[in-house]
């Protein structure tokens, strides 16, 4: 399998998956000399990620390539723009908080990639904040980033 600009959706997953392996393999290692328990969390998270990743290369290597299957890039503008999405999506969370460029990533970024149920993105967008806020937030006591929504977090707590 030669490395191409564009290559075929198998090589991308069978990349993608490997580069999710070695970042699991690498979060295992580096959480390992933490102590008690504090380390558990990300590495029970990164064994999920080596798992899944794993999955999908013996998934891949599984099934054989076909012909007409499509490229990773068939869609540039769509991927320069997704790109451009969980860019801005870094940069936002730095100047408004977690929540609202949550909700957008979440409804923008699969209406970049051509999914076009807005209604189905946004619930499951606003389901998915509202567990994470509930779960860590108000039952964990965990603290969120800096948000322009703070006021209402503190109603939840």
């Known amino acids: 399998m030669a490395l191409n600009t ?5 090589q991308a997953d069978l990349g993608f998956a490997a580069i999710l392996l070695v970042v699991a393999v690498w979060v295992i290692a580096r959480t ?3 102590p008690g328990a504090s380390g558990t969390y990300p590495r ?3 064994i999920l990620l ?5 999955l999908v290369i013996v998934r891949r290597l599984r099934t054989a390539e076909q012909a007409d299957e499509p490229r990773l890039f068939l869609h540039a503008g769509r991927f320069a723009l997704g790109l451009a999405a969980i860019i801005a999506y870094v940069a936002a969370i ?10 957008a990533i979440g ?6 990639l051509g ?3 807005i209604s189905l993105s946004l619930s499951v967008t606003l389901g998915t904040i509202v567990f994470i806020v509930l779960v860590f937030y108000t039952i964990l006591g965990r603290p969120m980033p800096p948000d322009l929504l703070n006021p209402i977090l503190e109603m939840v707590r």
């Not at 564009?6 to 198998?10: A, C, D, E, F, I």
């Not at 730095?94 to 909700?103: A, D, I, N």
């Open 94 to 103: 730095s100047l408004v908080g977690y929540l609202l460029p949550s909700l």
């Open 50 to 54: 080596a798992i899944g990743a794993a």
């Open 107 to 112: 409804v923008v970024l699969p209406w970049c």
């Open 6 to 10: 564009n290559p075929s959706g198998k």
């Open 32 to 34: 390992s000399d933490y």
């Open 115 to 117: 999914y076009r149920k």
């Open 44 to 46: 029970v998270l990164a």
